[in-house]
C-alpha cells in the first residue's frame, strides 16, 4: 500500500499569501496518477488537481500541481478568503487507492 | 449536469448492515467508474473501492473485504454500497464519486453529497 505522508499539518497564512504544501509517497506513484482535493467544513471534497498537474473543470490558475514520483506539490500563488480549507492529496495508480492524512490552510 | 445524489442518514446497531444508495445523473452511467470512499468524524478521508457500473465489476480495499459489497441497477443509475458486521468504528460520512476517465486510474470529480451512517447501542 501507497502511504502518502502530507506536510505540514496545518499552514497559518494570510490571504494574498502563497501557500506551499508538500504530499510524499512513500514509494512511486505509478504514471504520476495524483490528485489534489480542498474540502470545507460539512462538505465534500472538490477535485482541484489531476494527473499530479492538470487543472480540474473550472479550478483558477492559482492553484498549481507539480513534482513526480514521491515527492509532488499543490501551490495556491496568492490565497483569497475561499480558499481556506483542508486539502488532500490522492493516490490512484495502485490499489489501493489512498490518501494523504490533509494540510489545513487557516487565517493567520 | 453531473450529479451523485444518495440516500438518507441512517442509524444502526452494531452488527448491523447499512446499504447506501448513489443515484447518478447528467452523464452516461456506464461510461464511467464509481468510487465509495468514508470519512470518520473529525478524521480524513478513506477509499472502500470501485465499482463499473458498465459490467458491474469491483475492487474492494484489503480492509473492507468480506464486509463490503457493491452493486449497480443500470435501469435506473443507481449504485449501492452494502457494508455488513458493523461496529462504531464504521460510524462515518460515506461519499460516493465518479472517476474522471472510463478507467479505474482515475481521480475523482463528481461526488455525492455524503451519507452520515451511525452505529450505536
Known amino acids: 500500500e501507497i502511504v502518502l505522508t502530507q506536510s505540514p499539518g496545518t499552514l497559518s497564512l494570510s490571504p494574498g499569501e502563497r501557500a506551499t504544501l508538500s504530499c510524499r509517497a512513500n514509494q512511486s506513484v505509478s504514471s504520476n496518477y495524483l490528485a489534489w482535493y480542498q474540502q470545507k467544513p460539512g462538505q465534500a471534497p472538490r477535485l482541484l488537481i489531476y494527473g499530479a498537474s492538470s487543472r480540474a473543470t473550472g479550478i483558477p490558475d492559482r492553484f498549481s500541481g507539480s513534482g513526480s514520483g514521491t515527492d509532488f506539490t499543490l501551490t495556491i500563488s496568492r490565497l483569497e478568503p475561499e480558499d481556506f480549507a483542508v486539502y488532500y492529496c490522492q493516490q490512484y495508480g495502485s490499489s489501493p487507492w489512498t490518501f494523504g492524512q490533509g494540510t489545513k490552510v487557516e487565517i493567520k | 449536469q453531473v450529479q451523485l445524489v444518495q440516500s438518507g442518514a441512517e442509524v444502526k446497531k452494531p452488527g448491523a448492515s447499512v446499504k447506501v444508495s448513489c443515484k447518478a445523473s447528467g452523464y452516461t452511467f456506464i461510461g464511467y467508474y464509481i ?4 470519512q470518520a468524524p473529525g478524521q480524513g478521508l478513506e477509499w472502500m473501492g470501485w465499482i463499473n457500473p458498465n459490467i458491474g465489476a469491483t475492487d474492494y480495499a484489503q480492509k473492507f473485504q468480506g464486509r463490503v459489497t457493491m ?51
Do not use: K, N, P
Not at chain 2, 468510487?35 to 468514508?38: A, I, K, N, S, Y
Not at chain 2, 474522471?100 to 461526488?111: E, I, K, P, R, V
Open chain 2, 35 to 38: 468510487h465509495w470512499v468514508r
Open chain 2, 71 to 121: 452493486t449497480r441497477d443500470t435501469s435506473i443509475s443507481t449504485t449501492y454500497m452494502e457494508l455488513t458486521r458493523m461496529t462504531s468504528d464504521d460510524t462515518a460520512v460515506y461519499y460516493c464519486a465518479r472517476g474522471t476517465s472510463g478507467s479505474y486510474h482515475a481521480a475523482f470529480d463528481s461526488w455525492g453529497q455524503g451519507t452520515l451512517v451511525s452505529v450505536s447501542s
